[in-house]
């Protein structure tokens, strides 16, 4: 099985975590024309390339990101969404 | 015509259509074959697990996508694993039985599970797309429309819920109980 590293849990089996789909923008709901809001909604990064998505570690209900890369399935890296504001 | 099954979302995103799909991994297997014994197709929702038996007696086991999106087309342990459980809680006499092979191909998945078909923004590029888990029985009906609908510059009238504009004014459809992991 393949193993996920969790920043707070460590390696755990894949099957543990629960993926949430790439990072998006979060707009601002009142400032947003419906278009965009519809967007927001239903487009992700689709692309076959490095994604940076949010993952869940559902036993301990911890959140977290990962970059991973969409056509070789690496793992590049896991971190605390803390760790966003840095980005 | 954007009709390019995996490859939906890049091809159309060379035209600057940006389509909302996300692409994930959907895999199969089949058994060795079997004298003909299994009639119809059987599916269960809550174990995610579909079998039919071919003409060649093989049992073609299915079930849902993988968890996260991903372009590989490898198919995984997990995956196996999970379809044999499946097939064995339905079928038990299925335990003892051979894998003869197995695989897994890119579907392109929208939101509402459904399909786009219909016009573009661009004027004559039509879209067959997001077929998914479920295009290989709905496709030949739904390609009779598009192909009226090419010939006559017009969308066809059943085709219009399945605009890609639904997304956009939330006329989302709700196929996806007739559709999910459930054949
Ligand atoms: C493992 C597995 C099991 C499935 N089980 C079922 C099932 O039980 N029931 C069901 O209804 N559906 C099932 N499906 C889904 C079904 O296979 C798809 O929804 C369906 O094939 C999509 O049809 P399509 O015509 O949109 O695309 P495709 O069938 O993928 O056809 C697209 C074609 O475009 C070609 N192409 C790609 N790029 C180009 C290019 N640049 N120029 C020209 N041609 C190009 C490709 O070679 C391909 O022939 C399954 C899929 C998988 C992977």
Redesign the pocket.
Known sequence: MKILTCPMNGPRNINEFQNFGPLKANPDPDATSDQDWARHLFRADNSRGTLVEWWRHVPSNYFFLAERNATTNEVIRTFDPSELEQM | MI??????YD?AMKAGVELPIRCY????MVTQPLKPWLHTLVSSVSLHT?L?QSSRGEI?I?GGSDPYQLYSTRSTLDMKEHLAEGAVHLIPFLHGVRLLRQ??????MTADYS?IMGASPLSNLWL??G?????????PVA?KYMAQTIANQKVAPILEPFTMERFATFDLLNEMGATAAS?
């Open positions: 009709a390019v099954g995996g490859m939906n091809k991994p959907l895999q199969a579909n039919v073609v299915g695989w897994a191909g890119t579907t392109d399909p067959d797309c077929w998914g888990t479920w295009g290989f029985k709905a496709t390609d054949h």
